[in-house]
């Protein structure tokens, strides 16, 4: 059997050329199924923050979400990459509050708030970036909330050996068939284990968190859960102008998509039950947004007024558009 043909991104300038990036992508329905396929799909990728919405699993399965009251809007923080500003980092510090902790109890370390807006404004207070500007904070938020409800220690969540990573790793083996123990593994930029899984591993969980297929009762319905807390606050899942939004905005709940570090994409799309998932090679986010839009594009879901995302423009300093990031001619065919 042929080699599925790599998914390519063009990067123009002008008349010509000048980049491309390569890639590969799956797009799988319920019963795990390849509908399309580019590239080398069962490659090993790490996920990064695409699999957000998976991990958040852990936080209503336990019980931990009913047992402190988590709002639907703290349940699309858990499942975030959040920009920093003042909407995302309000209700996690109040979250933790309810909790009986604070911010120093984040072990995601801090980083800049990735909303431009928010970075300056904090500048221009003379405040560092705490913890709570992680745009993982939403999540580790979600992780001690587990570790309080089941009178685990708060204290080194994020560690290998924890109760807490544990329960991931199971999430991970039991919906994207694939043996954490096994994988190779690293460190996240939020300081959790990372493992490897192969493209087709996290593709086949997706659409089971779509679909359903496969999922007991109470799987079932936290992966509704999750799934419709994203769709209802697509701001809080990224922010203002970043392309998750965007993208959730215009279909207007059709799917949830999450971007993750190093050109990884991840799609949910319950109205079809399919899961899509994309790494570009050389990890250009640029290059992995515009081949989900053309991807939710193709698939019917991502309406003709977001075409846009899926022709991402390139301007000059001076702000003149030059160029253009799409798709290769002749890609869906």
Not at 37 to 52: E, M, V
Not at 288 to 300: D, F, P, Q, R, S
Request: charged share 20%; with cysteine; hydrophobic share 45%.
């Amino acid at each position: 059997m042929p080699a599925n043909k790599p998914l390519t991104v063009e990067v123009s300038r002008g008349d010509m050329v000048e980049s491309r990036h390569l890639g590969a992508a799956l797009v799988v329905d319920g019963r795990g199924r390849t509908v399309r396929a580019w590239g080398d799909t069962g490659r090993l990728i790490y996920p990064r923050s695409s699999i957000k919405p998976l991990q958040a699993l852990a936080l209503i399965e336990t019980g931990a979400a009913d047992g402190f009251a988590v709002s639907e809007t703290e349940l699309a923080l858990a499942s975030a990459s959040h920009g920093g500003t003042p909407e995302h980092t309000g209700p996690v510090l109040a979250w933790l509050e309810r909790l009986g902790l604070g911010e120093a109890d984040l072990e995601c370390g801090g980083h800049p708030p990735m909303d431009e807006k928010a970075a300056k404004a904090l500048v221009r207070a003379g405040k560092a970036a705490g913890p709570v500007c992680n745009n993982c904070s939403g999540k580790h938020a979600g992780f001690l909330t587990t570790a309080k409800h089941l009178k685990e220690p708060t204290q080194g969540y994020s560690k290998i050996g924890h109760p807490v990573q544990a329960r991931l790793r199971r999430i991970l083996a039991e919906l994207g068939d694939a043996d954490p123990a096994k994988a190779p593994a690293g460190i996240d930029g939020c300081g959790i284990p990372v493992y490897g899984m192969p493209l087709s591993g996290l593709a086949r969980a997706l659409a089971r968190m779509a679909a359903g297929d496969g999922l007991d009762a109470d799987r079932r319905r936290a992966a509704r859960r999750i799934v419709a807390a994203m769709t209802a606050h697509p701001r809080l899942v990224a922010g203002p102008d970043r392309f998750d939004t965007l993208a959730m905005q215009a279909a207007g709940g059709a799917f949830v998509v999450k971007g993750g570090a190093e050109g990884v994409h991840a799609a949910i799309i319950p109205k079809l039950g399919f899961g899509v998932a994309l790494k570009i090679d050389d990890g250009a986010k640029r290059a992995a947004e515009v081949a989900m839009a053309a991807i939710l594009a193709h698939l019917g879901v991502l309406p003709e007024a977001a075409a846009g995302l899926s022709a991402a423009p390139v301007f000059n300093a001076a702000g003149a558009r030059v160029g253009v990031v799409r798709m290769e001619e002749g890609w869906n065919a």
